[in-house]
């Protein structure tokens, strides 16, 4: 399984982006995707979670009530809606996709928020 992400950008804190990371190979044996981020000095955190179903299964508190997690089985891509976007949330966003035994990682995209 192949992830490009793709959205990210330079953006003024109030702001929105849309990411979207599109899978491409073997989606056949795709389950559980999610979207993680990393800012500089910190470790990988879990932003939101989303089964094959739709089913959103986490959300960080962080980001509750300003980011959707969304997916179109049909394209084999999945999106983050970030809405209301704070300085603290720049960082690298990186998708996660469990395919069977195994995950995969995209490449990450540089989201950062300015004041």
């Known amino acids: 399984v192949q992830l490009v992400e793709s959205g990210g950008g330079l953006v003024q804190a109030g702001g929105s982006l849309r990411l979207s990371c599109a899978a491409s190979?073997?989606?056949?044996?795709?389950?559980?995707m999610a979207w993680y981020r990393q800012a500089p000095g910190n470790r990988r955190e879990l932003v939101a979670a989303i089964t094959t179903a739709g089913v959103i299964t986490n959300y960080a508190d962080s980001v509750k009530g300003r980011f959707t997690i969304s997916r179109d089985n049909a394209k084999n891509t999945m999106y983050l809606q970030m809405n209301s976007l704070k300085p603290e949330d720049t960082a690298v966003y990186y998708c996660k996709v469990g395919a069977g035994p195994y995950e995969y990682w995209g490449q990450g995209t540089q989201v950062t928020v300015f004041l």
């Open positions: 190979g073997s989606t056949f044996s795709i389950n559980a």
